[in-house]
């Protein structure tokens, strides 16, 4: 099935740093997302992108936060500087449409950060 | 939150076995997903209820979706030592033109050879 790939796999950084997660979402998908699970807890939305814009961000999305994908290259997470309980897996996702019967949403393998 | 169960819950059962998971959320959803994630990857939708449907059956899988209690049950029958997995119900919500998950906890299930 369509495949996102994201890149590294594991990433270790100390504390102040920035740090920039990549994602490729699956080619003719036009809507992406990033999702982050701390370790033994469920799964939490931290914003959604399309043309270029976030769309809607939640909570988790801090200031320090920032998305972009330019000229359909990797959609990316930028945290600037990092803290502590930034440490978490980091999933992206994408999709090619939206709506009540949207197409599914595919997940990437995940990035693991551990900010120390 | 979303859901009512907080906690990632766990479940050990034997090969062959049948096996149910439930969820409760608690605001108005138009549809349940329920995702597998092995260890290591990312989530992957297995089965999807509308909130016009009841039930819904895909191979060994069953869902159910209950409107007016806000719950939902995940069966597998059968059960192989590859469904070792966890298991997470998500509501969609449809915010404007985009859509976002929101997770339940999980259910760890390992499934015994």
């Known amino acids: 099935g369509p495949k996102v790939l994201q890149i590294p796999s594991h990433q270790i950084i100390d504390m102040g740093q920035m740090v920039t997660l990549n994602c490729d979402p699956v080619s003719n998908h036009l809507y992406f997302y990033w999702y982050k699970q701390i370790l033994g807890q469920q799964m939490e939305f931290l914003v959604n992108?399309?043309?270029?814009?976030?769309?809607?961000k939640s909570k988790l999305f801090k200031d320090q936060f920032s998305v972009e994908r330019p000229d359909g290259s990797y959609f990316t997470l930028k945290i600037q500087p990092t803290a502590l309980e930034d440490s978490a897996v980091y999933f992206c996702?994408?999709?090619?449409?939206?709506?009540?019967?949207?197409?599914?949403?595919?997940f990437g393998p995940g990035t693991r950060l551990l900010v120390l | 939150s979303q859901w009512g169960e907080e906690n990632l819950q766990a479940l050990s059962i034997q090969e062959g076995e049948d096996v149910t998971m439930n969820c409760s959320y608690k605001?108005?959803?138009?549809?349940v997903q329920w995702y597998r994630q092995k260890s290591g990857k990312g989530p992957a939708l297995i089965i999807l209820?509308?909130?016009?449907?009841r039930e819904k059956r895909s191979g060994r899988l069953r869902a159910t979706l209950d409107t007016s209690s806000q719950s939902s049950s995940l069966s597998i029958t059968g059960t192989l030592a590859t469904d070792t997995a966890v298991y997470f119900c998500?509501?969609?919500?449809?915010?404007?033109?985009?859509?976002?998950?929101?997770f339940g906890a999980g259910t760890r299930l390992a499934v015994c050879p």
């Open positions: 209820i509308r909130s016009n449907e």
């Open positions: 996702a994408s999709s090619p449409s939206w709506g009540l019967n949207q197409d599914t949403q595919y």
């Open positions: 992108f399309y043309n270029g814009k976030v769309m809607e």
């Open positions: 605001t108005y959803t138009t549809v």
């Open positions: 998500a509501t969609d919500e449809v915010s404007g033109s985009f859509n976002k998950l929101t």
